[in-house]
């Protein structure tokens, strides 16, 4: 497997743009997390889904943001409309396991950059 | 919910020296303590966990170790290398899927 796959990489957008950021996680794993990584506030989970039903979105930082999950493969993640205070790096992570209890496996990431 | 810090925030040590960094968390409950490592422009991945009925656990050249008492526990990296320099993230649990991580210590091994 090539383990979890983001895109895209880099984004850089301007203020009022929406974003989509996507997800595809290795196969068969059954639980799916957004993680939004800053130098202030650095890992913060935005939402966790198990087998494709969102579990706890109480990190996402609010109505501008949402997320999806149509399938076991592939998630996506959406900012509309993006502000500056949303640049980071987004982490998509994939677990066998039932929400934590094994090792999570992290994509490379999605640099965003809100101008 | 659980609040983890994470000491020290930069680390350098020499090459071949050891490097601990110390984590604390809030809530006793919390029961799976796992380790990150995150190089430079890479994704985090797991080094080593720890679960709370085990006190230490050891692979290679690292280590980590859990006081639940005090609610602590800590990464020993022994004989330390210029790969492992990156930065490293602790992390506490208390339900089954939220990870509350540490602020992240980067470690300098310095050759």
């Not at chain 1, 383990?3 to 059954?30: A, D, F, W, Y």
């Not at chain 1, 997320?67 to 205070?85: D, G, H, V, Y």
């Amino acid at each position: 497997d090539a383990g979890v796959i983001q895109s895209p990489r880099h984004e850089v957008t301007e203020m009022g743009q929406e974003v989509t950021l996507r997800c595809k996680p290795i196969s068969g794993h059954n639980s799916l997390f957004w993680y939004r990584q800053t130098m202030m506030r650095g890992l913060e989970l935005l939402i966790y889904f198990n087998n494709n039903v969102p579990i706890d979105d109480s990190g996402m930082p609010e109505d501008r943001f949402s997320a999806k999950m149509p399938n076991a493969s592939f998630s996506t993640l959406k900012i509309q409309p993006s502000e500056p205070r949303d640049s980071a790096v987004y982490f998509c992570a994939s677990s066998l396991a039932v929400g934590n209890t094994g090792e999570l496996f992290f994509g490379e990431g999605s640099r965003l950059t809100v101008l | 919910g659980e609040n983890v810090e994470q000491h020290p925030s930069t680390l350098s040590v020499q090459e071949g020296d050891s490097a601990v960094i110390k984590c604390t968390y809030s809530d006793s409950a919390s029961n799976y303590f796992p380790w990150y490592k995150q190089e430079l422009g890479k994704r985090p991945q797991l080094i080593i966990d720890i679960r709370s009925n085990v006190g230490e656990k050891k692979d290679q050249r690292i280590a980590v170790t859990l006081n639940k008492t005090a609610k602590h526990f800590s990464l020993h990296i022994t004989e330390t290398q210029p790969e492992d320099s990156a930065v490293y993230f602790c992390a506490a649990s208390i339900s089954d899927y939220k990870l509350s991580f540490g602020a992240g210590t980067t470690v300098t091994v310095r050759a």
